[in-house]
């Protein structure tokens, strides 16, 4: 009895014994799994190094002497020194042909449209015959006796009606022929702009001719400008594909109006006209061109970049770099401006440095 309670007591706490391992394994084993299940703790980020940049440093420029050239410039083209509009210097007649267009060129003297003549040929026609049978009249009357006074005032009336019919038949004549446009020079018609059936009135242009062989520059300046810019002044010409060309400002505007362009009328009045010494082959009229015109030049003086002056309501001023990196202002009194510099007249010397904006 007591061998068999001691076997049964061994036999509970061995399996106790098992029961507390399989327990402790199961724990161990979730511990474990949970460990796996939670998230991984983030690593921290590398920052990259942040540099302060560097405070830029202003250009300094030197004080120095050079020569300064004051400029006034313009656009413009090439036109032609002898061209002038086309018209009919007769009214209310229609258009009945045109034999040109533009671009053409034409001979002096060339038909290059006519008007509706109407009777104009009769007339001349009826005058024609009036004046030979009138001449007739005269020559028989010249064979017979004179001597009478009566006969020799009406042989005066009948020469005095000849002379009068024969005046208006020319006259008849001239109407005809202006009734036809003609080149006033051999040239290139600029422009054509009337067409057939059109009604013509006197004087009014309806088209241009232009002597190709007699360009010249033409340059629009501002109003402001204008006022500095006098004949003889060098110029510099820079001519659209071909290069520049030094010239001198030949005439200055006659009139301030507007030119003309697409067919309009273009007068050279209204520009300034600059003389080369010699105008590059292959160039046409209207050929675009832009010129200056050299209206001051000084030599030698004290100048500085336009860059490094400064001014405050109407002080003028800059900023001098000494040698031990200090900067200090000065009051400077100016010249002459260009695009890029400026002469100093007063407040610096040659050598000195200057600071940039």
Known sequence: MLSIRWRTAGWSRNRKGRAAGLLLAVISFTLLAGCSLMPQEEEKESLPQIKVPKISQKPEYPVQ?????????????????QEENLFFETDNRRITSIHVKAGDKVKQGQV????DPGDLNSQIRRKEIDIEKTEMDLKEAMRGDDSEASDRVL???????????????????????????????????V????????????????????????????????????????????????INASGEYKGKVNRLPVNDGQSGDNGEEESLDAYTLIELSKLPDGLGRGTPLSASVIVQRKKNVLTIPLAALRTQNNRHYVLVAGPDGSKGEVDVEIGIQTSTDVEIIKGLEEGQKVVGK
């Not at 002497?65 to 020194?81: F, I």
């Not at 290059?112 to 008007?115: F, N, P, Q």
């Open 65 to 81: 002497r050079k020569d300064l050239e004051l400029k006034a410039t313009g656009s413009g083209k090439l036109l032609s020194a």
């Open 112 to 115: 290059l449209a006519e008007l």
């Open 155 to 189: 042989l005066r009336k009948q020469q005095l009606d000849y002379e009068l019919m024969k005046e208006e038949l020319a006259e008849l004549k001239e109407e005809l022929g202006s009734l036809k446009l003609v080149a006033p020079y051999s040239g290139t018609i």
């Open 191 to 238: 422009s054509f702009t009337a067409e057939k059936g059109d009604l013509a009135r006197s004087y009014e242009a309806i088209g241009r001719i232009a002597n190709m062989g007699s360009l010249v520059v033409a340059v629009q300046f501002s109003s402001n400008d204008m006022d500095s810019i006098a004949p003889g002044m060098e110029a510099v010409v820079d």
